[in-house]
């Protein structure tokens, strides 16, 4: 599995997690196709992004304009929160890549508006967090 397909299934997890009140590991389990290993990535994607839910809405939330983090899209709010999580906590993975990854996920859940929407959440929390984009 690689980090492209990763992100996907943890977004997807993160998703149903948010949507149905399922635990992790049912959420992992769902999310895989038939014969698909789970990558130590995706794991600490959905893991990660779990246990640091209310840091991350925190920081979500002070960097909504005109919204609340409970009226955001399923899907967004999944999406955010986990890119989130992979620009404060994955080392090796350099910002830019993680907003960009998080940007073309959203535009193929939601189209360009979801696109636009993600781009501008996380932009405003790169700025916030005084985030390198180019470098952890």
Do not use: C
């Amino acid at each position: 599995m690689n980090r492209r397909l990763a992100r996907l299934r943890a977004a997807q997890a993160l998703y149903q997690m948010d949507l149905t009140g399922s635990d992790v590991e049912s959420a992992i389990e769902s999310v895989l196709e038939d014969n698909e290993k789970q990558s130590e990535f995706f794991t600490q994607l959905v893991k990660g992004t779990t246990e640091l839910k209310v840091k991350i809405d925190e920081t979500i939330s002070a960097n909504l304009e005109g919204w609340t983090i409970s009226r955001m899209g399923h899907v967004d709010r999944a999406i955010i929160r986990m890119a989130m999580y992979e620009m404060l906590e994955v080392e090796d993975i350099p910002v830019n890549v993680t907003f960009n990854e998080a940007i073309e996920l959203a535009k193929a859940f939601g189209g360009d508006e979801a696109g636009r929407f993600v781009n501008g959440v996380l932009s405003k929390s790169i700025e916030t967090l005084n985030l390198d984009r180019k470098n952890k």
